[in-house]
Structures are given as structure tokens and as C-alpha cells.
């Protein structure tokens, strides 16, 4: 959806690789493996589902949860 490729464009446009990998290690640790099964390992929300055994409705929510989190991470740190 369009609000979170706004957040992404953000995220990605203001703060450095390292930035993010160190906000990304603050997250839960689900939040922090779906993200990096969604971003670093190239595997949709779909297929995401299948291996958790949860419906894609669930990754979706979780995702754009961790997104947003992140968003909030990297602000309160001003990296």
C-alpha cells in the first residue's frame, strides 16, 4: 500500500544501512525475522505465512507493525 512505501521511502532515504541493522536488532524477535525475511531473504508475505504456519493476513499486520516500530527506533535514536 501506499503508506508503507512511504514509510520504507523514509526510512531508507534518511538513515544509513547500519542505522537500520541496529534498529532492527531492537525489534521483537519475530518482528525482527519477518523483516529480514522480507527484505534480505527476498520472500513475500505469502510465503512468509506458509513457513510460520500463520495466515498471510498476520504477516501483513506484523510487518507493517515492525515498520513502523522501526520508523520509531531510528526517530528516538536520531541516527
Known sequence: TKKEKNIEEI?????????????????????KQRIK????E???????AKEEGVSHQAIH????RARK????ILEKHHF
Do not use: R, T, W
Open 69 to 72: 516500530k522501526l520508523k520509531e
Open 11 to 31: 526510512i531508507l532515504e534518511k538513515f544509513s544501512f547500519q542505522e537500520l541493522k541496529e534498529a532492527i536488532e531492537e525489534l521483537s524477535e519475530i518482528q
Open 61 to 64: 499486520i506484523g510487518l507493517d
Open 37 to 40: 525475511k522480507y527484505y534480505f
Open 42 to 48: 527476498d520472500k513475500n508475505e505469502y510465503e512468509i
